[in-house]
């Protein structure tokens, strides 16, 4: 049923973490989910055919190991690569959990996430020249790859579990760089567009004005007094159709 997948040499970094956690450490990268979404992660909440995974639960160990709500209280489903899709379902064809999780500890059992760091997943760090990386960069590493491969700030928001864009905003919107200059380029556009247009409007500088659409002094009316609301031009968005003198209701 399953594209076999590639034998690491011995030796390589990849194998350091242990063959039955390599799936974890890629699901945390491409996948983004949390340690603690990992480690309560359960089989049923797995579809490799479609390639999909349910993240409804996370584990914490304060007062003993035990899994609850996610991090927002709220569930989510990614769609993961199709290579990925493979490896989980490789991964739990290997490796029963008697306890239905799909990560589980060598002993059996659920995986305690401060027994990995320093068991595994450090000294493959450290074996691969990587010493400093945290185990949840692999989550950066997930939005990263998402905003380079073009896709916006809410889809990196919710295949990551954020509570709000603003907090996918205020941590991966410098990450943007492309975006910015598209936008700047169209505020570049809109007011040469403004700037170029023939003046539709009569203000206080006469019928002959041949003034462009930025003209400010059209912020008046017709009779030549300040107008207390003024329209908003064509260059902002709207079409301005008449101008009402101050005085009317």
Same mark, same amino acid.
């Given at each position: 049923?399953?594209?076999?997948?590639?034998?690491?040499?011995? !030796?390589?970094? %990849?194998?350091?973490?242990? $063959?039955?956690? =390599? #799936?974890?450490?890629?699901?945390?990268?491409? @996948?983004?989910? *949390?340690?603690?979404?990992?480690?309560?992660?359960?089989?049923?909440?797995?579809?490799?055919?479609?390639?999909?995974?349910?993240?409804?639960?996370?584990?914490?160990?304060?007062?003993?190991?035990?899994?609850?709500?996610?991090?927002? !209280?709220?569930? %989510?489903?990614?769609?993961? $690569?199709?290579? =990925? #899709?493979?490896?989980?379902?490789?991964?739990? @064809?290997?490796? *029963?959990?008697?306890?239905?999780?799909?990560?589980?500890?060598?002993?059996?059992?659920?995986?305690?996430?401060?027994?990995?760091?320093?068991?595994?997943?450090?000294?493959?760090?450290?074996?691969?020249?990587?010493?400093?990386?945290?185990?949840?960069?692999?989550?950066?590493?997930?939005?990263?790859? =998402?905003?380079?491969?073009?896709?916006?700030?809410?889809?990196?928001?919710?295949?990551?579990?954020?509570?709000?864009?603003?907090?996918?905003?205020?941590?991966?919107?410098?990450?943007?760089?492309?975006?910015?200059?598209?936008?700047?380029?169209?505020?570049?556009?809109?007011?040469?567009?403004?700037?170029?247009?023939?003046?539709?409007?009569?203000?206080?500088?006469?019928?002959?004005?041949?003034?462009?659409?930025?003209?400010?002094?059209?912020?008046?009316?017709?009779?030549?007094?300040?107008?207390?609301?003024?329209?908003?031009?064509?260059?902002?968005?709207?079409?301005?159709?008449?101008?009402?003198?101050?005085?009317?209701?």
């Amino acid at each position: 049923m399953f594209e076999r997948q590639p034998d690491y040499p011995d !030796g390589d970094s %990849r194998d350091a973490a242990g $063959p039955e956690r =390599l #799936a974890a450490v890629y699901l945390a990268a491409f @996948g983004g989910l *949390r340690a603690g979404e990992l480690w309560a992660l359960k089989l049923d909440r797995v579809n490799v055919l479609a390639g999909t995974v349910e993240v409804v639960a996370s584990a914490s160990e304060a007062g003993g190991w035990h899994a609850g709500p996610t991090k927002t !209280g709220k569930r %989510r489903t990614i769609v993961v $690569p199709r290579f =990925l #899709a493979v490896m989980l379902g490789q991964h739990v @064809g290997r490796y *029963r959990s008697p306890d239905g999780y799909v990560f589980a500890a060598a002993e059996g059992g659920p995986i305690h996430h401060h027994n990995f760091r320093r068991r595994h997943f450090v000294p493959a760090i450290e074996a691969s020249g990587l010493s400093g990386v945290r185990f949840h960069d692999l989550r950066h590493t997930c939005a990263s790859l =998402l905003i380079a491969a073009g896709r916006s700030l809410q889809e990196v928001k919710e295949h990551l579990g954020h509570s709000s864009i603003r907090v996918t905003s205020d941590r991966y919107a410098h990450l943007y760089p492309e975006a910015r200059v598209a936008m700047a380029e169209a505020l570049d556009a809109l007011y040469h567009e403004a700037v170029t247009a023939p003046h539709r409007f009569r203000g206080p500088c006469g019928p002959e004005c041949r003034r462009q659409s930025l003209c400010l002094t059209c912020t008046y009316s017709e009779s030549g007094r300040r107008d207390s609301n003024p329209r908003p031009q064509p260059w902002q968005g709207f079409r301005r159709t008449s101008v009402t003198s101050p005085n009317s209701p």
